[in-house]
Nanobody, 121 residues
Framework: QVQLVESGGGLVQAGDSLSLSCAAS????????MAWFRQAPGKGREFVAS???????YYSGSVQGRFSISRDNAKNTVYLQMNSLQPRDTAFYYC???????????????WGQGTQVTVSA
């Protein structure tokens, strides 16, 4: 059974940095693409970034240049480094595992429970 556990969320000020981690278990991690999505109150789940099995990274336009996704297959972990955070980045952040580094939530079969990121002005 696939289990994804996010960590690293918290409350920061605008301009600060934060790093999220997502540890996977019950899965051959290297065989999966991984992604980060976020969901703000009253909004749908939004693609943030994804990384393929071959380490190709993809980003939404709203985080391009500020966020960086990476993976460590030896640790079964995917990371999201978030720099220059803004209040609009406030959301619940989820990691997901799937066969390809897609941008649609429906393309991912396993999800973590999420971690809250709050950015104050």
């Amino acid at each position: 059974q696939v289990q994804l556990v996010e960590s690293g969320g918290g409350l920061v000020q605008a301009g600060d940095s934060l790093s999220l981690s997502c540890a996977a278990s019950g899965v051959t991690f290297r065989d999966y693409a991984m992604a980060w999505f976020r969901q703000a109150p009253g909004k749908g789940r939004e693609f943030v970034a994804s990384i393929s099995r071959s380490y190709a990274a993809y980003y939404s336009g709203s985080v391009q240049g500020r966020f960086s996704i990476s993976r460590d297959n030896a640790k079964n972990t995917v990371y999201l480094q978030m720099n220059s955070l803004q209040p609009r980045d406030t959301a619940f952040y989820y990691c997901a595992a799937g066969p390809t580094a897609a941008k649609r939530p429906d393309d991912y079969s396993a999800w973590g429970q999420g971690t809250q990121v709050t950015v104050s002005a």
